[in-house]
């Protein structure tokens, strides 16, 4: 091992010196003195806290360039075979930090901004996150891209460039208030404008058919506007190797030859006014999460995106001089739900309108180039535009899905003659009353291959939501199992315990998360029992310090943290938990609690801002907190807080401190969760039902080590099978009543008997999320909780039981299915180049 480039090797003094690629302290003290001053323009008289930021971000962006040239390099050179990861969102936090643990520079960063008399610390917090992503679905994204560039897999992830990410959360009284994510107010150093590959995308307009020179039929798509997609880009690098890829996001502009005709028209307000419509489809990314809206511009900014990337793989094909009707060999295009799945219809338009392939040719290549992964089993979340609006939208696409439809339904009625109700069912347009295109039913039909995201997941969706297609193509079903990152969360967002696994089991668990069984036999180990509980309490003491500063409010560091984070929807059944504070509540006043151990209830989670019933929840939730913290003779054996503005840098807190992970949906509703991962990874034990990747989590972990209560997806479907009556769980268990009670007599609203009534009657009157049923088994499996956390010695063994068996569910794992089953695509080592040819030598 005698490379010069990669960290911890033996570097030749010089090398470790070198401007601007250098990993060693001096190099990055006078690269850091150069930036401040030529690139931010700025000298310590002048600069504040924000500018030794950017400085210090510029100086890893440096070390980044060299590796993300020679990556670009080397996959150009080969023609490699190359993932498109399409995603609406990528949900990626901060990058400072991230890169210096990939470049494994942290110690060298430290010493060097300590020697210019700065604090790390302070300038990792000026960063903004970029928050372009709703919930699990984008964060998922951002650990995929993170596990692709770790295994060396040559990717693009391909995306939008929202002006305005997710929402920042406030609590005023106790409701969330949003307020807007002006992300990028002070400029965003990791990313990297190439206008020099914008692309034009039409919208709206009709179709014209003409006779070509060849004698057929073609179509013109005469465009009503059109709109200019400069991309920007961001280096995603690998952990520890020489890789960097590419996340290129769009930014929608008005095209400058359109500006010009309205110009010459006279029209200067006319003009501008083109430009705001233009740059409005990357303004903002909607906060909805599960429940999808179908709104135009929604529309318009998914096809833009697609519109965009696919224009860039064709450039990228034609620079490597490979034909057109090779596309599926060399991309494999991954659909992160339907979102992108307009794709299907947009590569079809290029191949066939603009490229002159013939039909049943670019179906093929269509066919083999997508895979679509599905993240839901709500109903409500599955996509479908109106079709009025999809034809003003996208005209010609629409033709397409009607070409594509009538050849598919041939096919079904092939398989399943006479059966038109499944032809119904299946039909890529739902006739059934308003008319909608089907984004689901798009995907499947354009793709090889469709996946779940959890085995649970994955069943449903053949057994159910998808079964249709099942039964038509049961080989393109599969699932791959979700899984996070170990890089963020655990070598980022728990330094000390990370420290401790390194000493025990050495460094290789953070690319090889297996390894992390070598810990097993250290549960029977006292002295590292010791250490376990030291480390989880230090941490907890700190995130006291953080709940203290965010919400004012005091925590123990001795209590039990029990947390539930998350985006908030009566599914995941956030007030569940709260029906269970209440109880304990309501014990303790009457002397009935016995000896629980003290418990700090910690919520977070954004609701989207029209989910009127998610931000009662909230309101529920502090209002029991307010209640319950105050009062005296609760004597702080409870706490409750809401931890405002829930996103991945708050993440990275909360996770390493929890001991206790609430993952309670009703069973048959998560399709996977990746945040109880997270806190497994970190320690916590979890309380939880038979629900998406719980299912395998509680397999990995044992079932001894893992809190299990509830109704399972079968059960829970049986009670819509043969009725379900909430009102005799109110009728039959005393506390729970008491509990209900309690809260409508306006106990937690200041009399206020109207607030949560909402609340009360939809448990009442149908219970859609079954928590009446659940009550009863949840609340006894917390006393099981209660009584394991009373043993240290015991919950510490469970403890390092999880993190040991937990090595399933690394993102790496997850991506090495999806490559060698769904992507086929290869690892490509990249040698660095010398500083020189990247310097000159890069090819355009
Ligand atoms: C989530 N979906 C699933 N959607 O709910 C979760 O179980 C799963 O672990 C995760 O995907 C990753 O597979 C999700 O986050 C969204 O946020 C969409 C945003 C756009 C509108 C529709 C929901």
């Known amino acids: 091992m005698n490379d010069p480039n990669l960290p911890g090797a033996a570097e030749p003094a010089d090398a470790a010196n070198d401007h601007r690629i250098g990993l060693g302290k001096e190099a990055l003290k006078l690269d850091f003195v150069d930036n401040l001053y030529y690139v931010q323009g700025k000298f310590a008289a002048l600069a504040t806290q924000h500018d030794y930021y950017m400085a210090l971000a510029y100086t890893v962006r440096d070390r980044l360039l060299q590796r993300w040239v020679s990556s670009a390099t080397d996959y150009t050179r080969r023609g490699s075979r190359t993932v498109a990861y399409l995603s609406a969102e990528f949900l990626l936090g901060p990058h400072l930090g991230n890169n210096l643990i990939n470049l494994g520079i942290e110690d060298e960063v430290r010493a060097a901004v300590g020697e210019l008399g700065l604090n790390f610390e302070e300038l990792l917090a000026q960063e903004e996150e970029p928050g372009l992503g709703n919930g699990g679905l984008g964060r998922l994204a951002a650990c995929y891209l993170d596990s692709m560039a770790s295994l060396e897999i040559p990717s693009i992830g391909y995306g939008i460039r929202y002006e305005f990410g997710i929402f920042a959360q406030r609590l005023v009284d106790g409701w969330q208030v949003e307020q807007s994510d002006k992300w990028l107010r002070r400029g965003n150093p990791w990313e990297i404008p190439r206008p020099e590959w914008a692309v034009e995308v039409s919208l709206g307009g009709k179709t014209e058919r003409y006779i070509a020179r060849d004698g057929r039929t073609h179509v013109r798509w005469v465009a009503g506007r059109k709109v200019l997609g400069t991309p920007f880009d961001t280096p995603i690098l690998s952990y520890r190797k020489n890789t960097a890829n590419t996340l290129r996001l769009w930014r929608a502009e008005a095209p400058e ?131 009025a609006l999809f034809a003003r939208v996208l005209p010609r696409h629409l033709e397409i899905i009607y070409e594509i439809n009538a050849r598919f339904l041939e096919e079904v009625r092939m398989h399943f003659p006479g059966d038109g109700e499944r032809l119904a069912r299946m039909s890529l347009i739902d006739e059934s009353g308003e008319r909608f295109v089907r984004m689901a039913n798009l995907a499947c039909v354009g793709s090889h291959t469709i996946n779940g995201v959890a085995e649970l997941h994955s069943r449903l969706l053949r057994e159910d939501v998808l079964a249709d297609f099942h039964a038509l193509w049961p080989h393109k079903f599969t699932n791959v199992t979700n899984g996070v990152t170990p890089r963020r969360w655990m070598a980022l967002a728990n330094p000390r315990l990370s420290r401790l696994l390194n000493q025990v089991i050495g460094e290789e668990w953070v690319r090889d998360l297996d390894r992390l069984r070598d810990l097993e036999s250290c549960g029977e180990d006292a002295e590292f029992r010791r250490q376990w509980r030291f480390i989880k309490r230090s941490v907890k003491e700190d995130f006291a310090a953080h709940v203290r500063r965010a919400t004012g409010v005091a925590i123990d560091p001795a209590s039990m943290y029990d947390v539930q984070v998350k985006r908030i929807h009566e599914y995941k059944r956030q007030h569940l938990n709260v029906l269970h504070i209440i109880a ?48 005296p003779t609760i004597r702080d054996q409870l706490k409750v807080v809401f931890l405002p503005n829930y996103n991945v840098t708050n993440g990275q807190r909360v996770y390493p401190a929890a001991d206790l992970s609430e993952q309670i949906s009703t069973a048959g509703k998560e399709a996977s969760g990746t945040g109880n991962m997270k806190f497994s990874l970190n320690g916590a034990l979890t309380i939880g039902t038979l629900d998406g990747a719980n299912v395998e989590i509680r397999e990995e972990v044992g079932a001894e080590n893992f809190f299990l209560f509830g109704l399972d997806a079968a059960q829970v479907q049986a009670t819509w099978r043969d009725g379900y009556d909430p009102t005799l769980f109110y009728r039959d268990n005393d506390e729970l009543r008491a509990v209900l009670d309690l809260v409508s007599d306006g106990q937690f609203s200041r009399g206020d008997r109207d607030l949560f009534a909402p609340l009360v009657d939809s448990l009442l009157r149908g219970d859609p999320y079954r928590l009446m049923a659940d009550f009863a088994p949840y609340v006894q499996c917390q006393e099981r909780v209660s009584a394991a956390y009373r043993d240290p010695d015991r919950w510490t063994r469970m403890s390092i039981l999880n993190v040991a068996r937990m090595g399933k569910f690394s993102s790496d794992r997850s991506v090495q299915e999806y490559c060698s089953r769904i992507w086929h695509v290869q690892p490509v080592h990249i040698d660095l180049l010398s500083h020189h040819v990247a310097r000159v030598a890069a090819p355009s």
């Open 257 to 387: 030859s359109f500006d010009l005709d309205v110009f010459n028209r006279g029209d200067y307000y006319g003009a501008v006014q083109q430009k705001v419509v233009s740059e409005n489809i990357s303004k903002v990314l909607y906060p909805n999460d599960e429940q999808v809206q179908g709104k135009e511009l929604r529309l318009e900014q998914q096809y833009f995106f697609v519109s965009c990337s696919l224009q860039d793989m064709l450039r990228i094909l034609r620079v490597q001089r490979i034909a057109l009707d090779r596309f599926h060999e060399k991309f494999a295009v991954q659909l992160n739900d339907t979102h992108p799945a307009v794709a299907i219809a947009e590569l079809m338009r290029l191949l066939v309108d603009e490229h002159d392939l013939d039909w049943d040719r670019a179906w093929e290549v269509t066919r083999q180039s997508f895979a679509y992964t599905n993240h839901t089993l709500l109903p409500e979340a599955l996509e479908r535009w109106p079709l």
């Open 584 to 631: 304990l509540y309501l014990r303790i006043k009457a002397n009935l609690a016995g000896d629980v151990p003290p418990r700090t209830f910690v919520f977070g989670g954004k609701a989207a801002p029209g989910y009127r019933f998610a931000k009662l929840m909230i309101r529920f939730i502090t209002a029991v907190g307010e209640v319950v913290n105050k009062d």
